[in-house]
């Protein structure tokens, strides 16, 4: 009865845990969000020339451009929808809560029945259901994007070919939706359905902005933007934004291969521990068994693992270069 009970505990805590989390980044500060809306409407309706004048300007700035964050009015929830969305795959929000919390449950029951100690159940249950999708997730939004800024460029040469030959704008988008496989096809696929069921282009291309979320397509985005109120041959303003494009993108192949040694590094650092204490316990189990018994050598290996990765972040940031 008593081995049932550390269990119902034991599934408990995982869950609530993830629940807690999950209402903890849930949105915005309600506070800040009445803040800005009353802010707002006092800029909005005030007598004074000034507030007029600023509301005027914050209107034309936010009609010119995509934000610089098109997520920052997003809340925790519809961040993590649009992760989804960006791996290119049908992923609904509920499923990825529930692989989670099931991962959770199924890692911290099997140490539990290894270790016999609730607290480091608790723990590797909740690291492991909560970090290890987070991290698969990334690693097929980083591949997706990839591929996507690999054949961006591509994808805008074609509209300038397209743009000089004399087609419009929207027939050039849906030349390249056909011609350009990959996830750049998608997208603008996506786009040109949104024109068609009656969205504005700037609307379109915007949604599809916040959600890859890449200084590339959102350079793209501007540009349009701009050459739309002010004219101008676009032809010739995408030629040049593809140049650009590329140059960049040569760049941080270049900043990738120069700084190739401090991530391996990096690596070799952050799992040398992991692999020393895995070939000491297949060696001697004896000896390091304390570590799934004992509350003291429990509490300082999560106190270890704690700040062995903050050092990985900050190695990782160290090594990390924006352009």
Partial sequence: MTDWMQISLLVVGVLAILVMLI????????????????????????????????????????????????????????????????????WPLAQ????????????????????????????????????????????????RIGNFNKNFPDAIELLVRGLRSGLPVTETLSVVAEEIPGPVGVEFKEVTERIKIGRTMEDSLQETAKKL???????????????????????????????????RSQMKLKIKAMSSESKASAYIVGSLPFIVFGLIWWINPD???????????????????????IGVFIMAKMVSFEI
């Fill in 23 to 90: 209402f903890a980044l849930s949105g915005p500060s309600a506070q800040k969000e009445g803040a800005r809306r009353l802010n707002s409407v006092k800029l909005r309706f005030s007598e004074s020339a000034n507030s007029q004048v600023e509301a005027q300007m914050r209107k034309a700035i936010a009609a010119r451009k995509p934000r610089s964050n098109p997520q920052g009015d997003m809340s925790q929830l519809d961040m993590m929808a649009n992760r989804l969305a960006q791996t290119g795959r049908e």
């Fill in 213 to 247: 979320n890449t200084p590339e397509f959102n350079f793209f985005c501007i540009t349009l933007a701009i050459q739309r109120e002010t004219g101008g041959n676009l032809a010739e303003t995408l030629a040049n934004l593809s140049d650009v494009l590329r140059k």
């Fill in 287 to 309: 000896y390091i068994g304390g570590f799934f018994i004992d509350e003291r050598l429990i509490i300082a290996g999560m106190g270890g693992m704690v700040w062995m990765g």
């Fill in 96 to 143: 990825y809560l529930y692989t989670c919390a099931g991962l959770a449950v199924i890692i911290g029951l099997l140490v539990y029945f290894r270790s016999d100690n609730m607290l480091l159940s608790l723990f590797v249950g909740a690291a492991v259901g909560i970090g290890l999708p987070h991290m698969v997730i990334g690693f097929l939004i980083k591949r």
